[in-house]
């Protein structure tokens, strides 16, 4: 039988917070035997989905992320959700170099980083209510 | 976020420690900035030897650097990326307008 294994992290969104989130999936990711390089792929996904909770999810506040996660079989799947303010336009949003922060402290390229680095990302979000990205990406198995 | 700065002739090198990530770009924006502003006439080359990690936050401190010194008629380089980096920054398009040594 196979087993599923999973975790979950909740944390309010402070920018301290990045560097052990990413580390933390990175880390339950490890359990897939990935390579050095697939972990890394999978740290600066988590990074990008989490930092974007921080910065456009909760604008005014502090608010609270859940990041889960779960291994089945070679894929693993994290789940990064707020309940921030939502998107309106997922598509825009998506756009490489589209950002609403006007401060350059980000690039534009977040979902573009997400979508090359994992092998599959939806986002679900509704204004108001938050928003949930879901990302997986299948570990090859090592030879 | 550590920098260490070293100058030769007309070139600066900053050699960045550590993560660059959204927490860590602004000090990294800031101390880029005083840098740029002290030496006046030099050139930039950020070393990213000793940075082990870097997300699209770090391209955007890259990239506002560069518009800088650029408007100055001054030049940038970045070197040694590790595998990671040099994905983020390949992805970004920031070699079309900043060289790699």
Do not use: C, W
Request: glycine share 8%; aromatic share 6%; proline share 2%.
């Amino acid at each position: 039988m196979e087993i599923k294994n999973t975790m979950e992290l909740r944390l309010p969104s402070l920018s301290i917070n990045e560097g052990f989130a990413r580390s933390v999936v990175g880390a339950f990711a490890t359990q897939l035997n990935p390579t050095l390089e697939e972990v890394a792929d999978i740290k600066t996904a988590v990074s990008e989905a989490v930092t974007n909770a921080i910065i456009h999810a909760y604008p005014d506040r502090i608010g609270e992320i859940v990041i889960s996660a779960s291994l089945s079989g070679q894929t693993l799947e994290v789940s990064i959700s707020d309940k921030g303010v939502g998107i309106s336009d997922i598509e825009q949003a998506r756009q490489p170099f589209f950002s609403t922060a006007g401060d350059e402290s980000r690039s534009g390229m977040g979902f573009t980083v997400m979508e090359t680095f994992m092998d599959e990302v939806t986002v679900i979000s509704a204004p108001g209510e938050g928003t949930t990205v879901r990302m997986l990406k299948t570990i090859k198995t090592q030879g | 976020m550590q920098i260490k700065v070293k100058q030769q002739d007309n070139v600066i090198t900053a050699l960045l420690y550590g993560e660059l990530d959204h927490h860590s770009a602004q000090e990294t924006r800031e101390y880029l900035d005083k840098l740029i502003a002290k030496f006046r006439n030099s050139d930039l080359v950020l070393d990213l030897k000793n940075l082990s990690f870097m997300d699209s936050s770090g391209i955007g401190v890259i990239i506002g650097r560069y518009k800088k010194l650029k408007s100055d008629g001054r030049r940038m380089y970045v070197a040694n990326p590790n595998r990671q980096i040099d994905k983020v920054m390949g992805l970004s398009g920031l070699y079309s307008i900043i060289k790699k040594l």
